[in-house]
Structure formats: structure tokens, C-alpha cells
Nanobody, 122 residues
């Protein structure tokens, strides 16, 4: 069992930055990949970024590449999503998830946090 708690969401203006945090606890987190997903009202949940805990390998969706960066702090067992140059289309609820595979589809993740809202106004 893995517990995940997101924080850091909020309301910002377009062009500003936010950093989301995902604090992990429970079973050996180093065995997992941690993904950030987002879901806007009326839309499907989509991948944002993934990091494999064991080697730090990362993936970023094309829509956020160059603006968002996923990273981790081993000592704090925390994964971050640094979001820069935010745009209104980034408005969504952001979730972190843990899964056994370095995957980009939500169904391959077993553990989910409660989500944190990000709202970007123009």
C-alpha cells in the first residue's frame, strides 16, 4: 500500500508558475513510478509527467514539455511538478499516482492521491 498526498495547487495568472508536491509513504516507494495526471471538467484524465523512482528516468507529455518538470527528492520521498509559463488550458485537478510500471495510462497506476486544483486565469 502506498499513500500519496498532493499539495501546492492554487489560482494564478497566465505566465506564472506553481510547484506541486506529492508526498509518498507506505511500501517501498523506490519500486514504483510516480505519475502526474490532470483532469479538467468534462475531459478525460491525461498524463502530464512520469518519473521512475529507481533511476530518475522521466517522461513529459508534449503539451507540457519545456514548461513543466518532474523531479524527486529521495530523502523526503516527495515528487515535484514544477510548472512554469502556465496557461488557462492547464486549468485542471492534478493527481499524483504510483504504479509498478513506467506508464502513461491511468489504468496502470494502482495508488492515487486526492488531487489538487490548479486554476489559471488569462
Amino acid at each position: 500500500q502506498v499513500q500519496l498526498v498532493e499539495s501546492g495547487g492554487g489560482e494564478v495568472q497566465a505566465g506564472e508558475s506553481l510547484r506541486l508536491s506529492c508526498a509518498a509513504s507506505g511500501r517501498t516507494v523506490s519500486r514504483y513510478a510516480i505519475g502526474w495526471f490532470r483532469q479538467a471538467p468534462g475531459k478525460d484524465r491525461e498524463i502530464v509527467a512520469v518519473i521512475r523512482w529507481s533511476d530518475g528516468n522521466t517522461y513529459h507529455a508534449d503539451s507540457v514539455k519545456g514548461r513543466f518538470t518532474i523531479s524527486k527528492d529521495n530523502a523526503k520521498q516527495t515528487v515535484y511538478l514544477q510548472m512554469s509559463d502556465l496557461a488557462p488550458e492547464d486549468t485542471a485537478k492534478y493527481y499524483c499516482a504510483a504504479g509498478g510500471y513506467f506508464a502513461v495510462t491511468a489504468r496502470q497506476y494502482s495508488y492515487w492521491g486526492q488531487g489538487t486544483q490548479v486554476t489559471v486565469s488569462s
